[in-house]
């Protein structure tokens, strides 16, 4: 079992950017798939981000392709996320997420273990 905390999240104007980080427990953190999901008031979780457990292939939503980027320190058994070029859409509840050894789809991807969320929210 893993457990995941976020920080990095707050309040940034249109345009601008944020890193949110997320740093998990134990020492199979490098067996973990991780992931970002992001949850806006009054809709369903959405996939934004994964990497997979050796930093090798990283997926993207569309909507935020070519303005985040998500890495990984195995080092440190942390996680992070880059946004630039942050837009009012992109306002929401960003979850931490993990699989250990997964090797489906991550536009699929239901993770086991999450964190508790970091707020972002863009101003226009």
């Known amino acids: 079992q893993v457990q995941l905390v976020e920080s990095g999240g707050g309040l940034v104007q249109a345009g601008g950017s944020l890193r949110l980080s997320c740093a998990a427990s134990?020492?199979?953190?490098?067996?973990?798939?991780m992931g970002w999901f992001r949850q806006a008031p009054g809709k369903e979780r959405e996939f934004v981000a994964a990497i997979n457990w050796n930093a090798t292939s990283t997926y993207y939503r569309d909507s935020v392709t070519g303005r985040f980027t998500i890495s990984r320190d195995n080092a440190k058994n942390t996680v992070y996320l880059q946004m630039n070029g942050l837009k009012p859409e992109d306002t929401a509840v960003y979850y931490c997420?993990?699989?250990?050894?997964?090797?489906?789809?991550?536009?699929?991807?239901?993770?086991?273990?999450w964190g508790q969320g970091t707020q972002v929210t863009v101003s226009s």
């Open positions: 134990g020492r199979t953190f490098n067996t973990y798939s």
């Open positions: 997420a993990a699989e250990r050894y997964f090797a489906g789809s991550y536009y699929y991807w239901h993770p086991p273990y």
